[in-house]
């Protein structure tokens, strides 16, 4: 669908995600929430807490509460079982549902196989979002061809770009405390996470022969930190069997990081043809392969023009707020 930006109106709009991290609810749905506080909307959060179904289940007569206490326009629920929560929780709010990956297609196991109860949770999804839910948001064509509705939009997750930015090297690992002796490859993530497959990024750093390098785990640290992790690294390694739009990639790219990917979500058509960054297949040669590459040409010639082309694609916070905030306008017109 194309979207046209109107006015801003001061719409309530209630955010309703996970909050069972470490950090609480993701600082991917914080930063798009403070994206649309400053574009004039009034936000509220409401964090689902509490594992498995049960927790989900005994966080409706809470956020029926919630409602109850304000009246919001708009429940914009992040991730697919957020949104059945909001579902059996709303009065008469309209419901926007932003899907984030494995909710529509699906959880992995560590061989990249998707999981069979995980087949059951996108079916419901699906349904819901056919008869159900008043918009649907998904984070890339992949999600988008697989959600067979008219009410619903592409919309890549955008990074503030006040928070990630260029720094020196020097400095960068200064200001985390780190000694760098090696190369290093980031992995933003946890291993653990079978979807992640951490397997293929270890396998490939050691079939690497020119460069001595380390990979540098990261998960769990406040995002206002990860700005120094990417200046401070060679290489960012992304190996995940699926994903939707990951801020992982832009925020590398905005502080001009080298990258190596699997082709995964939207990273083919946010990376374009910017320099030092590559794609690679599920295959530990091919991947070692780019990440040496991604090493020599940096080491040659510096680092990316990253930045450049996540200001040119429009994936800057304020950009997609804009985008959202036309969505709430369409679905409170309708």
Known sequence: MRLRVLSVKKMKILFVASGNSSQGISPIVKNQGESLQKAGLSIGFFAITGKGLKGYLNSISDLRKTLFADNYEIIHAHYGLCGVVALLARKREKLVVSFMGDDLLGENRADGSVKLASKFVVAINKFLSRFFYDFCIVKSEEMLK???????????????????????????????????????????????????????????????????????????????????????????????????????????????????????????????????????????????????????????????????????????SESVAKQIVEIYHQVLRN
């Open 146 to 316: 697989e959600l067979h509705v008219n009410h619903k939009a592409l919309v890549p997750n955008g990074i503030d770009l006040q928070k990630f930015y260029y720094i020196n090297q020097y400095e960068a690992a200064k200001s985390i405390d780190l000694e760098k002796r090696n190369k290093l490859a980031l992995f933003v993530s946890d291993p653990s996470r079978p979807e992640k497959n951490y397997k293929l990024a270890s396998e490939a750093i050691n079939l690497i022969t020119d460069y001595e390098v380390q990979i540098l785990t990261v998960s769990g640290i406040e995002n206002s930190e990860l700005v120094f992790y990417y200046n401070v690294a060679d290489v960012l390694l992304m190996t995940s069997f699926h994903e939707g739009s990951p801020n992982v990639i832009k925020e590398a790219m905005a502080c001009n990081c080298p990258i190596v990917s699997t082709r995964v979500g939207d990273v083919e058509w946010v990376l374009g043809e910017t320099t030092v960054c590559y794609l690679a297949d599920f295959d530990a040669v091919d991947f070692a392969k780019k990440i040496e590459s991604a090493l020599k040409y940096a080491e040659d010639k510096g680092r990316t023009n990253g930045r450049e082309r996540i200001i040119e694609l429009g994936l800057d």
